[in-house]
T-cell receptor
Framework: DTGVSQDPRHKITKRGQNVTFRCDPI?????LYWYRQTLGQGPEFLTY????????KSRLLSDRFSAERPKGSFSTLEIQRTEQGDSAMYLC????????????FGPGTRLTVT | GNSVTQMEGPVTLSEEAFLTINCTYT??????LFWYVQYPGEGLQLLLK?????DKGSNKGFEATYRKETTSFHLEKGSVQVSDSAVYFC????????????FGTGTKLQVIP
């Protein structure tokens, strides 16, 4: 298995545009997480799926953000009407459904909003 | 809520020096504790973990002991190498039905020859 993959790795967009990121988890993992990491900070939890069900969303995830995992495999994170404050690294992670609580992270998608 | 506090960097050490990166946490329950490492240009990797009090996690010469009485999980290595240069994140995860991870702000380590 090649690990968690994310696409694209880099995205530059103009303010007001919509962007969509994709995450492909490790195939045996049924839990999938999205995090956001800004410069000089640790990753911050955004949302979490178990199979296709989105079970929790952070307050950081405004109405402009939506995440889906329609078939319980890959996931997409969409940001509508992007703002400069959305510029960050968006990380995806996946894990098995129960202990040892280890999440495997993808390389991230770096978003720059100009 | 949960939080993780770790020492600010950057930390600059000479090769073969002893490393300590301090980490303390606040949690409502009995969390699992982690150290993640992010090498330049790469994604986050789990370095080591401990799931209950007094457990010691270890990997690649790094160690950290889960100290419930001091709510700490300090990272140590006896002799650092240039290849250890990276950003280190302390993190915790509450038990229960899922494993949302709360991260510290990261400590950048630079090892010079």
């Amino acid at each position: 298995d090649t690990g968690v993959s994310q696409d694209p790795r880099h995205k530059i967009t103009k303010r007001g545009q919509n962007v969509t990121f994709r995450c492909d988890p490790i195939s045996e993992h049924n839990r999938l997480y999205w995090y956001r990491q800004t410069l000089g900070q640790g990753p911050e939890f955004l949302t979490y799926f178990q199979n296709e069900a989105q079970l929790e969303k952070s307050r950081l995830l405004s109405d402009r953000f939506s995440a889906e995992r329609p078939k319980g495999s890959f996931s997409t994170l969409e940001i509508q009407r992007t703002e400069q404050g959305d510029s960050a690294m968006y990380l995806c992670a996946s894990s098995f459904p129960s202990g040892p609580y280890e999440q495997y992270f993808g390389p991230g998608t770096r978003l720059t909003v100009t | 809520g949960n939080s993780v506090t770790q020492m600010e960097g950057p930390v600059t050490l000479s090769e073969e020096a002893f490393l300590t990166i301090n980490c303390t946490y606040t949690a409502t329950g009995y969390p699992s504790l982690f150290w993640y490492v992010q090498y330049p240009g790469e994604g986050l990797q789990l370095l080591l973990k401990a799931t209950k009090a007094d457990d010691k996690g270890s990997n690649k010469g790094f160690e950290a002991t889960y100290r419930k009485e001091t709510t700490s999980f300090h990272l140590e290595k006896g002799s650092v190498q240039v290849s250890d240069s990276a950003v280190y994140f302390c993190a915790l995860s509450e038990g229960g039905g899922y494993q949302k991870v709360t991260f510290g702000t990261g400590t950048k380590l630079q090892v010079i020859p």
